[in-house]
């Protein structure tokens, strides 16, 4: 794996997002290993739980801008829409997968990624992180499963609003909300999550397992329905005006100036 690292810690699988130099934005090389990942985590025996973390100081962007800058210069909407369905799959398998997933955050949690740490079961965060549903600033709709996920975690008013405004949501904030299961400083990160694994580890993994299909049938099952709307309206926007405008601001370091074209 060039993207990711992935390692095994006596029951616990490591999956490491290793782009720093461009804020771990997702692209398809990486998508498809974490999901190769998250397969292998769910396939051994020996794994009983599994922790998603990030190497530099963006946990990470969400999408690749540099990417979907080249993209956009180059018409390439169908590696857009590639994107748009692997971070779909992801946040899936992490609700799929019967065994507790735990993310890491520190620093800016944006887009797909903000949404993935909605999606896993305990996401533990430092005091500077930060949780931006970055789509509406480059015309584009939650990804990831985002609006499926947020809207039952928070509230639909509530991720309704997150996604029209791109406010970022503080640590603090996202503990208060239900998005988090702890906040402490950065250098304590690590002690925390021992500390919910010695908690973890007194359990049955049948119980959790159980737990998991029980959360999956109350509030997921329809997640196929809602995926192909995600992706379809994804697919629509990706060739919009505003899109390109959207990136190519960012780009240059400008607002954007959408025409709703």
């Not at 771990?24 to 974490?34: A, L, S």
């Not at 740490?117 to 970055?134: E, H, R, S």
Request: some cysteine; aromatic content about 6%; proline content about 3%.
């Amino acid at each position: 794996m060039e993207h990711i690292i992935y390692q095994l810690e006596e029951d616990l699988a490591i999956i490491t997002l290793n782009r720093p130099e461009v804020a771990n934005g997702f692209h398809i090389p990486m998508c498809e290993e974490i999901l190769e990942a998250l397969t292998l985590a769910e396939e051994d025996p020996a794994v009983h739980f599994v922790l998603i973390n990030a190497n530099g100081k963006v946990f990470s962007v969400g999408g690749d801008l540099v990417e979907m800058k080249r993209a956009v210069d180059e018409d390439d909407i169908p590696s857009l829409t590639k994107i748009a369905e692997l971070v779909n799959t992801i946040s899936y398998k992490i609700k799929q997968i019967a065994k507790p997933v735990l993310m890491e955050v520190d620093g800016a949690v944006a887009g797909a990624a903000a949404n993935m740490a909605v999606a896993t079961d305990f996401c533990l965060a430092t005091d500077k992180a930060k949780f931006i549903q970055a789509f509406v600033g480059v015309g584009l709709a939650p990804d990831a499963g985002g609006i499926h996920l947020l809207s039952r975690s928070i509230g639909v008013t509530r991720a309704a609003q997150l996604a029209m405004t791109g406010e970022a949501l503080t640590a603090d904030k996202a503990l208060e909300w239900g998005l988090v299961y702890r906040v402490c400083e950065a250098d304590k990160l690590e002690k925390m999550r021992e500390q919910l694994l010695k908690k973890l580890r007194r359990g049955s993994s049948n119980s959790y397992a159980a737990i998991k299909k029980l959360v999956w049938e109350s509030q997921f099952k329809d997640w196929q329905n809602y995926a192909t709307l995600e992706l379809n309206l994804q697919e629509s926007l990706a060739k919009t005006e505003d899109f390109k405008e959207g990136v190519r601001a960012h780009s240059e370091k400008r607002r954007p100036k959408f025409t709703g074209k």
